[in-house]
């Protein structure tokens, strides 16, 4: 039987003017715009992460995305990718890549990053205008809070009747590991999103695939702009200051055409069904009967701002979204002393810098 020494009862306590939880894109972008300001890593601020290393959410990326496939890494403030790159890089996984980028950042920088640490609440107590985070057996109080938690541990997949009765696989595109492993089987893959196409394109290498989405797919031919960009991140900021949802940056940019997915294209796969109405044990039904036979449902169904431990500050409006103010739109309009950043406008790695700069200084002045 485990004995519980009283020192791991002991429950211990920081005191920092900025915690920073979350260690990927946004989180390491507001971590340098703090260091660059002048506060101390671990004394003055505080960055916590729950992964075991470095490198956010890219280190757990499935093997086949490489620097060739994946859609864009941007650099972080003050130090460029391209130093941490090996020379013919374009096939290196993207989960080996970013973690190493990402690991030299926080060395040289000094960021001293504590991991793994998970928060499982925040709350606002005892009166004396800090926050407390819960991690463990460690409390955390902070004048002030830049959540960077990013989505990647709020997997979605919408609900279907008859989905707690199919006898074969379902997994999330966190899931995906390889496409060999479907080898022989059908595969009905769910989404219209970037993710989803990639992996189609790739299990339809190995074997049958059906593709379904929730609206018409929209490709474009012209290249991504700046201006596209910036319409995008309008439409998302705009909700967000409303206090809506963010909505899907692919609704308003589209999918863009690239040589693989025109080779999909010639080989039929991008043949594309509205989705189906219910789920049955050996497949997928449609309202009008139609019917196919299904061994694996794959939801390429995107992800959920992770924010399940900030519950307790009420920040959620009636509708489910966050009514955001300040700069850039990461200031939550019911605390000022709580920015969220790869929240909305700021999800993308481009996004995530140039928030990472407003809300530090945005927070710090509030801060005083």
Known sequence: MDVVTSAQREVRTSDVDVLVIGAGQAGLSAAYYLHKAGLQAGSDFLVIDRSPAPGGAWQFRWPSLTLTTVNGVSDLPGMSFAETLPANSAEVKASDAVPRYYRAYEERFALNVRRPVTVTVVCDRDGDGRLRA????????????????????????????????????????????????????????????ISAVQL??????????????????????????????????????????????PGSVVSV?????????????????????????????????????????????????????????????????PGGGIKMTG?????????????????????????????????????????G
Request: aromatic fraction near 8%; charge should be positive.
């Open 327 to 367: 700069r850039l739109a990461t200031q939550t309009a019911a605390d000022p002393r709580i920015h969220l950043i790869g929240y909305g406008p700021s999800a993308s790695t481009i996004g995530a810098n140039r928030a990472g700069r407003a809300a530090v200084k945005e927070l710090l002045a509030t801060l």
């Open 200 to 245: 189609l394109d790739e299990i339809s290498l190995v074997t049958s695939t059906t593709w379904v989405t929730r609206s018409e797919p929209r490709f474009r031919d012209e290249p991504f702009t700046p201006e596209l960009g910036r319409r995008a991140v309008a439409i998302v900021e705009d909700r967000v200051r409303r206090g809506l949802p």
């Open 253 to 317: 940019t589209g999918l863009p055409w690239t040589p693989t997915l025109r080779a999909a294209q010639k080989r039929g796969v991008l043949q594309r069904l509205p989705i189906f109405s219910t789920i049955e044990p050996d497949g997928v039904r449609w309202a009008d009967g139609r019917f196919v036979a299904a061994d694996v449902i794959l939801w390429c169904t995107g992800f959920r701002s992770a924010l399940d431990h900030l519950a307790p500050l009420r920040l959620r409006g």
């Open 134 to 193: 819960e991690a463990g057996n460690r409390t955390i109080a902070t004048r002030g809070l830049i959540n960077a938690t990013g989505t990647w541990e709020h997997p979605f997949v919408p609900h279907y009747p008859g989905a707690e009765l199919f006898t074969g696989r379902q997994l999330h595109t966190k899931d995906y590991a390889s496409a060999a492993e479907f080898a022989g089987k059908h595969v009905v893959v769910v989404g219209g999103g």
